[in-house]
C-alpha cells in the first residue's frame, strides 16, 4: 500500500533563517506531488506541484521553492523565511495522469518567530 | 477563476443526529470534479466522497451523500448518524484542470454527546 512521509513534524525557525521540509511518498512510482499551505483557520492553498523529476510548477510568489531531486521525494525550502511562512505545510500525491483524489502526509507545523 | 465557498465557519451536531455542510462554487466549466475532505485534530487529511460533474447521480459513501446541484452549483454534504469521530475540520474543493485542486476555507464540525 501506499504511505506518505513528512518531517519534522513540528518546526521553530528565527525570521531569516533557512527552511529543508521533505516528504516521500511510497508504494507508487511516478506520482504527482504537491506541497501546500494552511494557515490558521483557512483552506489551503497550493503552493507548488511536481508531475516528474525535476519539473517544479510554481502557483504562488513567495520566498519558498521546491525540488524533486528523485521520483518520490519532494522538498521545501526557503534560504530566508519570513513571520508570514508560519503554517501548516501539507504534502500530497496523486495518481499520474487521472483527475483523482490526493493523499495527504501528516504534515509540518512551521512556526517562524 | 474558480472560487469554493464554504458559508459555514462552524457547526455542531448531536450524536446520532444528521447534519449537512454547504458548499457553492463558481467555474465556467462543464466538466470537473467536487471532494469532500476531512481533517480531524490529528490533522491528517482524507477524503470522504468524491463527485464527477457529468454523473448526475448523487454520490454515497456510507453514512456520507451529497447533495450535487450542478445548475446551482451547489454540493452539500450529508453527515447521517453523526459519531463523536466525526468531528473535524470538512474541506469542500474543486477540480478542473490538471493538478490544480482548490480548496473552500472549511467548516469545522463538532459532534457533541
Known amino acids: 500500500s501506499q504511505t506518505i512521509h513528512q518531517w519534522p513534524a513540528t518546526l521553530v525557525q528565527p525570521v531569516g533563517s533557512p527552511l529543508s521540509l521533505e516528504c516521500t511518498v511510497e508504494?507508487?512510482?511516478?506520482?504527482?506531488l504537491y506541497w501546500y499551505r494552511q494557515a490558521a483557520g483557512r483552506g489551503l492553498q497550493l503552493l507548488f506541484y511536481?508531475?516528474?523529476?525535476?519539473?517544479i510548477s510554481s502557483e504562488v510568489p513567495q520566498n519558498l521553492s521546491a525540488s524533486r531531486p528523485q521520483d518520490r521525494q519532494f522538498i521545501l525550502s526557503s534560504k530566508k523565511l519570513l513571520l508570514s511562512d508560519s503554517g501548516f505545510y501539507l504534502c500530497?500525491?496523486?495518481?499520474?495522469?487521472?483527475?483523482?483524489?490526493?493523499?495527504f502526509g501528516p504534515g509540518t507545523r512551521l512556526t517562524v518567530l | 477563476a474558480q472560487t469554493v465557498t464554504q458559508s459555514q465557519p462552524e457547526m455542531s451536531v448531536q450524536e446520532a443526529e444528521t447534519v449537512t455542510l454547504s458548499c457553492t462554487y463558481d467555474?465556467?466549466?462543464?466538466?470537473?470534479?467536487l471532494f469532500w475532505y476531512k481533517q480531524p485534530p490529528s490533522r491528517q487529511m482524507i477524503l470522504v466522497i468524491r463527485?464527477?460533474?457529468?454523473?448526475?447521480q448523487n454520490a454515497t459513501e456510507n453514512r456520507f451523500s451529497v447533495n450535487f446541484q450542478k445548475a446551482a452549483k451547489s454540493f452539500s454534504l450529508k453527515i447521517s448518524d453523526s459519531q463523536l469521530g466525526d468531528t473535524a475540520m470538512y474541506f469542500c474543493?474543486?477540480?478542473?484542470?490538471?493538478?490544480?485542486?482548490?480548496f473552500g476555507a472549511g467548516t469545522r464540525l463538532f459532534v457533541k454527546a
Open positions: 500530497a500525491w496523486s495518481v499520474e495522469g487521472q483527475y483523482n483524489e490526493q493523499f
Open positions: 508504494g507508487t512510482s511516478n506520482p504527482n
Open positions: 511536481s508531475v516528474g523529476i525535476g519539473q
Open positions: 467555474t465556467s466549466e462543464n466538466n470537473y470534479y
Open positions: 463527485q464527477e460533474a457529468y454523473k448526475q
Open positions: 474543493a474543486f477540480m478542473k484542470l490538471r493538478f490544480k485542486t482548490i
